[in-house]
């Protein structure tokens, strides 16, 4: 039974606050592509100005990105191996939600301690993040991991509210299901394109000019 709840806990935590808080990023993101320099830094600044924002980052992002990651290890580990009957769609669909939660666990760790935890050690500020993204996504090794990360990310999230409205009983007949297929299929290309947007506007020149003050740095840190 205690089981029951933490998997309840573990399910409504994905979609809120953590799915929330991918949709919002991604639209932060895509400033970048947007505005440029100028519209990232703003956007990136209107954030860090709101109130408390130390507290809202804590309930908000950290502690159930991580209560949702390290329990979905869990269950990634205890789930029975069904490559058997692969053949069913949602079969095929169950596997890839663990595969994607394992890539996106491993993803999440390199990028928030490439991003916000170099912020907090002083090595890089708000004002030269657009500079520092520049930096990490022109090396084609990390370009694609951010790539795989993000994709993994993504259609962990929008096969996970998939799978959360059939779970909560809330889509029940197949014709429910089908119409939130397609749905999902939408967040997936909508929150994929702002995301892979934003990634192709940091490797553009326009990012370069504040980059060379940070490389060191960065080289230092990453090897
Ligand atoms: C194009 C793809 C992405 C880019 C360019 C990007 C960029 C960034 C940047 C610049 C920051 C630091 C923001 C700040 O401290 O003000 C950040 C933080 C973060 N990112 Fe991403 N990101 C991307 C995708 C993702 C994805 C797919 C996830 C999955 C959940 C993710 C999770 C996070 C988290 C958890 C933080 C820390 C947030 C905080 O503490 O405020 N990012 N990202």
């Not at 993040?129 to 084609?140: E, F, K, R, S």
């Not at 009983?169 to 089908?178: E, L, S």
């Not at 490797?203 to 003050?213: G, I, K, L, M, P």
Request: aromatic share 18%; glycine share 8%; net charge neutral.
């Amino acid at each position: 039974m205690k089981g029951y709840y933490a998997r309840k806990v573990h399910s409504l935590l994905g979609l809120v606050p953590i799915s929330l808080f991918l949709i919002e990023h991604a639209i932060t993101n895509f400033a970048a592509y947007e505005g440029g320099q100028e519209g990232f830094r703003d956007a990136v600044r209107k954030l860090n100005d709101l109130p408390l924002i130390f507290f809202l980052e804590l309930f908000a992002i950290w502690l159930p990105l991580l209560f949702h990651g390290v329990y979905g290890l869990y269950i990634a580990y205890q789930a029975q191996p069904n490559l058997g009957h692969f053949k069913t769609e949602r079969n095929w669909r169950f596997v890839m939600q663990r595969v994607t939660g394992v890539i996106a666990f491993v993803f999440i760790i390199w990028h928030v301690y490439t991003t916000r935890f170099q912020i907090t050690l002083g090595n890089v500020t708000h004002d030269e993040l657009g500079g520092w993204m520049h930096d990490i996504v022109t090396q084609p090794g990390f370009f694609i991991f951010f790539l795989v990360g993000v994709i993994a990310t993504t259609f962990h999230f929008a096969n996970g509210v998939w799978a959360f409205l059939v779970s909560w009983g809330i889509t029940v007949g197949p014709r429910a299901q089908r119409i939130s297929s397609y749905v999902c299929l939408g967040l997936f290309a909508i929150v994929t394109t702002l995301f892979m947007m934003s990634l192709f506007a940091f490797r553009s020149e326009e990012f370069a000019d504040t980059a060379s003050v940070i490389t060191t740095t960065l080289q230092t840190m990453i090897g």
